[in-house]
C-alpha cells in the first residue's frame, strides 16, 4: 500500500496526513501529525466520546474510529465534536479531545475498514480542533496517550475542520 500525504493549514494548526489504501482489502490506514502553531493550547476531537469508552467499545485516550459518511461514491471519515441529538439520548455521546500546548504536536493513527458494495471513488478524512476554552471543558482524565477532556456539545458549533484533499482511489493520489 503506498502512501501519499497531504498537509492542511488551519488557523493555529497544521495537519499533516498520509493516506495509505488498499483496494484488494478496502482498507484505508490513516497516520497523522497535528501541530499547534498557535499561542494557546487546542482541542483536538479524534478521541471519540465518553459513552463509547465507557462501554468499553473504545480505549480512553487512544484515537477512536471515526464517523463515516458516504454520498454518491464519496466516502468522509470525520473526527469532530458531534452536536447533541434531540431528544437527547439517555447516556449522551459526551465529546473527548485531546489537549495539545503551543508548539506540540500530537501524532495518530487509524485503520478502517469499507463494507459498502461499490469501490469508493475518493475519499476524504476531516478533523475537528477548536482552542481550548475552559469554560467548554470538564472532567481531565490522565491517559497514556495525554490528557483528554470531556467536551461541551456546543463545542460542535465552534469547532474548525481541517479536512484533507478528496483522495481519487483509481489515480491512487489526493486531488491537486
Not at 483496494?23 to 459513552?51: E, I, K, M
Not at 477512536?64 to 439517555?90: I, M
Not at 501524532?107 to 459498502?116: K, N
Request: proline residues 9%.
Amino acid at each position: 500500500m503506498p502512501a501519499t500525504a497531504a498537509d492542511i493549514q488551519g488557523q493555529g494548526a497544521t495537519l499533516h496526513a498520509e493516506f495509505a489504501y488498499d483496494p484488494a482489502q478496502r482498507g484505508l490506514r490513516v497516520s497523522y501529525r497535528l501541530r499547534n502553531t498557535g499561542d494557546a493550547p487546542l482541542a483536538v476531537f479524534d478521541r471519540g466520546d465518553r459513552h463509547q469508552a465507557g462501554i468499553g467499545r473504545q480505549t480512553l485516550g487512544a484515537v477512536a474510529s471515526p464517523a463515516l459518511v458516504e454520498r454518491d461514491g464519496d466516502v468522509e471519515f470525520v473526527h469532530a465534536a458531534q452536536p447533541l441529538s434531540v431528544p437527547a439520548p439517555t447516556s449522551p455521546p459526551t465529546p473527548l479531545a485531546m489537549k495539545l500546548a503551543p508548539g506540540a504536536t500530537l501524532s495518530g493513527r487509524f485503520e478502517i475498514q469499507l463494507w459498502s458494495k461499490a469501490e469508493p471513488k475518493r475519499l476524504r478524512w476531516c478533523l475537528g480542533v477548536m482552542p481550548f476554552e475552559a469554560s467548554l471543558f470538564h472532567a481531565p482524565a490522565k491517559t497514556a496517550d495525554g490528557e483528554v477532556w470531556s467536551a461541551s456539545f456546543s463545542a460542535a458549533d465552534t469547532q474548525q475542520m481541517l479536512c484533507t484533499p478528496w483522495f481519487d482511489v483509481a489515480k491512487g493520489a489526493f486531488a491537486a
